[in-house]
């Protein structure tokens, strides 16, 4: 089955510089990947998704990459203030099986 | 649109006592997940059900835990007898079945076992 590897595990970084979250996947057939946002004591909220015929997506400050070949993607912030604080969360998803989470990653931004 | 709804939003119970938690998936999703999470484990999927029929129930760690979806719109998770070691959050979710459709979680059961 898939399975999904995230880094780091924590990441820390000063407001306004940009972070960067990896995932690599296992299973060549997965073709959806979405990215959760979840503050302390709230549910995970989609933030960003990208599908297999896509290279980037683009929202704002966020944009996510795939790199099909190498079977792993990547989340970026630019621009970080303090409400970007929180644990974040790769997913992947082959056709319509379940989704699989990464371990997640717990982002500071330091003001 | 009320999202996906999930009761209690706490939970205390004693060891050895039956806790059920209950979801409502958002209307016209007819995929449902449950999740439980902790800070050891992160995000485990416990069992989902496509049009009501449970599909993957690998997750589930034992067999005091079972799920049930009557409905399109109503399922439940329930932990009998509850141990300490099932304290987490639990999480139900939903989507519109089919690829690469978002999910859609509720905000969550924190069930603390004692």
């Known amino acids: 089955g898939e399975n999904v590897e995230q880094h780091p595990s924590t990441l820390s970084v000063q407001e306004g510089d940009s972070a960067v979250i990896k995932c690599t996947y296992s299973?060549?057939?997965?073709?959806?990947f979405p990215w959760y946002k979840q503050e302390l004591g709230k549910r995970p909220q989609l933030i960003i998704d990208i599908r297999s015929n896509v290279g980037e997506k683009k929202d704002q400050r966020i944009a996510v990459t795939l790199n099909k070949t190498a079977k792993h993607f990547s989340l970026h912030i630019t621009e970080t203030q303090p409400e970007d604080s929180a644990v974040y969360f790769c997913a992947a998803q082959r056709g319509g099986n379940k989704l699989v989470f990464g371990a997640g990653t717990i982002l500071r931004v330091k003001s | 649109d009320a999202g996906v709804i999930q009761s209690p939003r706490h939970e205390v119970t004693e060891m050895g006592q039956e806790v059920t938690l209950r979801c409502k998936p958002i209307?016209?999703?007819?995929?449902l997940f449950w999740y439980r999470q902790t800070m050891m484990r992160g995000l485990e999927l416990l069992i989902y059900?496509?049009?009501?029929?449970?599909?993957?129930d690998s997750g589930m760690p034992e067999d005091r835990f079972s799920a049930k979806m009557p409905n399109a719109s109503f399922s439940t998770l329930k932990i009998q007898p509850s141990e300490p070691r099932d304290s987490a959050v639990y999480f139900c979710?939903?989507?519109?079945?089919?690829?690469?459709?978002?999910?859609?979680f509720g905000n969550g059961t924190r069930l603390t076992v004692t």
């Open positions: 299973d060549s057939a997965s073709n959806y």
């Open positions: 059900f496509n049009n009501n029929v449970p599909i993957d």
């Open positions: 979710a939903s989507s519109r079945r089919g690829d690469n459709s978002p999910l859609h």
């Open positions: 209307s016209g999703h007819n995929s």
